[in-house]
């Protein structure tokens, strides 16, 4: 446990930035299920449209340090991938 005033402030500042990213790992989690249930669906115009939504969503989780910037940029290439051979 913390015993000094700077580790105890460290700890609160911690559990905040915890809830916050994982607020906002949900958040993106979500939009890419969206995309995911598109693809899965069939619907071409669906998918494409709940990418254009994941994608800048996926990129401001790494400008906000919650995913690497190549993790996101190989979940949406994928993602593109997938929405493109949808026929």
């Given amino acids: ?3 000094t005033p700077q580790a105890k402030k460290r700890a ?3 559990e905040k930035r915890f809830a916050v990213n994982k ?3 949900s958040r993106i989690r ?3 299920r969206k995309v995911e249930e598109a693809i899965a669906s069939g619907d071409r115009d669906a998918a494409t449209a709940a990418l254009k ?3 800048p ?3 401001r989780g790494v400008t906000k340090g919650v995913f690497h910037k190549n993790t996101a ?3 949406i290439s994928r993602l593109a991938s997938r929405v493109k051979a949808l026929g």
């Fill in 30 to 32: 979500t939009y890419l």
């Fill in 23 to 25: 607020a906002r790992r």
């Fill in 73 to 75: 940029s190989r979940k």
């Fill in 57 to 59: 969503e996926l990129m």
């Fill in 53 to 55: 939504a994941a994608q």
């Fill in 1 to 3: 446990m913390a015993n």
């Fill in 12 to 14: 609160r500042q911690n």
